[in-house]
């Protein structure tokens, strides 16, 4: 047995109670069963409301600010949107020519019919996508670890762009510090999720299919919005809160609308507004302590096919 970057020293592991196995070579896990078939996206139900799509929003909108620096956000290609909230937060930021494509029939559904544009396929149909949009950034957003040969589909994607085109690629750290100290028990280990990859790996396969990194970082779900629970958690101290938002994203805007996120009333007294500015402060204070740590839960990389 070779792990899909070709070493053959393998060991069985179990993390999360899900068998897995673990190249010892370049640390690469990977669930020893493939039972999650392409059916089971296209045909999944989705569950929207305003909580959950204004926080992929939020997500989106920092994974921007993180990125946008590095690659032209402009003409896009992102594969596996869901309901597309990457999709508006580009237009929230006045990017244009922005393409979805995603296998569930119901998101796409709900992201057309809320203005954007996204069409039904996956990797395999990235080609017919790109020909008719004329994309020339790639996104891939938590999707690689849902994919049952990363390598190939990777490759599949570098044979298609073209020179000087830009992947972007954001997925779980394996190796991240909440990982170890949850002892693996944590949502992010789940049956749907067949590869887990560390930057090393990751690297290696980025590489190996012909990419040039330019540039790599970590960063977290939730961002500043963190609650101040989970940032002492990833600095050692008190126990893992979950992964609630901190309810402090005023200046999101909600999903579809003009209106901003939460609207203060005329009845919340200074003294409440003075708590929430000191909370914003602290978590601004952890949050760097923590990226200075290394401490974040997801991975991204920025490739060129040169």
């Not at 039904?120 to 950034?137: C, F, P, Q, S, W």
Request: with cysteine; charged share 25%; net charge positive.
């Amino acid at each position: 047995m070779e792990c899909v970057l070709g070493h053959n020293n393998i060991k069985e592991e179990l993390f999360n109670d899900i068998p897995m196995y673990c190249c010892i070579s370049c640390r690469l896990v990977w669930r020893q069963t493939f039972d999650v078939p392409i059916a089971r996206y296209e045909d999944k139900e989705i569950r929207v409301y305003e909580t959950k799509i204004n926080d992929r929003l939020a997500n989106s909108l920092d994974r921007i600010k993180t990125i946008r620096k590095y690659v032209d956000l402009n003409n896009i290609c992102d594969i596996g949107s869901g309901e597309g909230a990457f999709l508006n937060a580009l237009a929230q930021f006045g990017y244009t020519n922005s393409v979805g494509i995603e296998p569930s029939n119901k998101s796409v559904e709900f992201a057309v019919e809320h203005g954007l544009c996204m069409e039904n396929g996956t990797i395999e149909d990235v080609a017919r996508v790109v020909a008719k949009y004329n994309l020339h950034t790639f996104t891939m957003f938590h999707l690689i670890e849902h994919l049952p040969n990363p390598l190939v589909a990777v490759q599949k994607l570098f044979n298609i762009m073209q020179q000087k085109d830009k992947l972007v690629i954001e997925t779980p750290n394996f190796d991240s510090y909440v990982f170890h100290r949850v002892n693996y028990k944590h949502n992010l280990i789940c049956s749907e999720h067949l590869f887990y990859f560390n930057e090393n790996n990751l690297q290696l396969l980025l590489e190996k299919v012909g990419f040039s990194v330019v540039v790599h970082g970590k960063r977290d779900f939730y961002g500043l919005n963190s609650s101040i629970r989970t940032f002492l958690f990833k600095l050692r101290f008190g126990k893992m809160s979950g992964h609630r938002n901190a309810n402090d994203a005023n200046n999101v805007k909600l999903y579809f609308t003009n209106e901003s996120n939460f609207k203060r009333k005329d009845s919340i007294n200074i003294y409440a507004n003075l708590i929430n500015v000191f909370k914003k402060s602290v978590r601004l204070v952890l949050r760097k302590l923590v990226h200075l740590l290394g401490r974040e839960d997801y991975m991204w990389f920025v490739v060129q096919k040169l």
